[in-house]
T-cell receptor, first 115, second 114 residues
Framework: DTEVTQTPKHLVMGMTNKKSLKCEQH?????MYWYKQKAKKPPELMFV???????INESVPSRFSPECPNSSLLNLHLHALQPEDSALYLC??????????????FGPGTRLTVL | AQSVTQPDIHITVSEGASLELRCNYS??????LFWYVQSPGQGLQLLLK??????LVQGIKGFEAEFKRSQSSFNLRKPSVHWSDAAEYFC????????????FGTGTRLTVIP
């Protein structure tokens, strides 16, 4: 089973709201990722967690706050977003960092609209 | 620095025709290579991957890809396209060491006409 689940599927929020995106995998993967994807563009890496520790932050604004409570769960907390943050947010997971086991499996995404 | 080029932004093929999507990469060593497919509004699904060994790899949904080191290419092929193959296709390069992330090409949108 190579399933990564994401909730919610759609989210509409105002610029003053606080919301969270959730990602879950039960494949025993130890690396988890957040990507942002704008229309007609490839995914852009935001954060990487490896063994529940943040290993990569691609200079993402602080209004995006990731959290990895355990090896199966990854959250993305959102606060004071801007309309340009509207995008598809994808979660992915892989066995570990680097090497032949680093095949990333993606979730279906959360479509975020910021009003 | 590593990079991935998908020279075709949009390709249109007739159902039943053959398909080849191009991917070229730039990287100092042999990278790990992937093809993903994305239907509108959906996540990315892994079609196939190349790490080492046989340079012709088989994937899901009848797709295959061939790694050509001399051309730094990893082109995706399918002998007979189905209407359900219409989607966005992304080629990606993974590094063997260091940061555990993928470098994506800009994608090729496939349209299938009856």
């Amino acid at each position: 089973d190579t399933e990564v689940t994401q909730t919610p599927k759609h989210l509409v929020m105002g610029m003053t709201n606080k919301k969270s995106l959730k990602c879950e995998q039960h494949m025993g993967h130890r690396a988890m990722y957040w990507y942002k994807q704008k229309a007609k563009k490839p995914p852009e890496l935001m954060f990487v967690y490896s063994y529940e520790k943040l290993s990569i932050n691609e200079s993402v604004p602080s209004r995006f706050s990731p959290e990895c409570p355990n090896s199966s769960l990854l959250n993305l907390h959102l606060h004071a977003l801007q309309p340009e943050d509207s995008a598809l947010y994808l979660c992915a997971s892989s066995w570990a960092s680097g090497g032949s086991k680093d095949t990333q499996y993606f979730g279906p995404g959360t479509r975020l609209t910021v009003l | 620095a590593q990079s991935v080029t998908q020279p075709d932004i949009h390709i249109t093929v007739s159902e039943g025709a053959s398909l080849e999507l191009r991917c070229n990469y730039s990287y100092g060593a042999t990278p790990y290579l992937f093809w993903y497919v994305q239907s509108p509004g959906q996540g990315l699904q892994l079609l196939l991957k190349y790490f080492s060994g046989d340079t012709l790899v088989q994937g899901i949904k009848g797709f295959e890809a061939e790694f050509k080191r001399s051309q730094s290419s990893f082109n995706l092929r399918k002998p007979s396209v189905h209407w359900s193959d219409a989607a966005e296709y992304f080629c990606a390069v993974g590094l063997q060491t260091g940061a555990n992330n993928l470098f994506f090409g800009t994608g090729t949108r496939l349209t299938v006409i009856p």
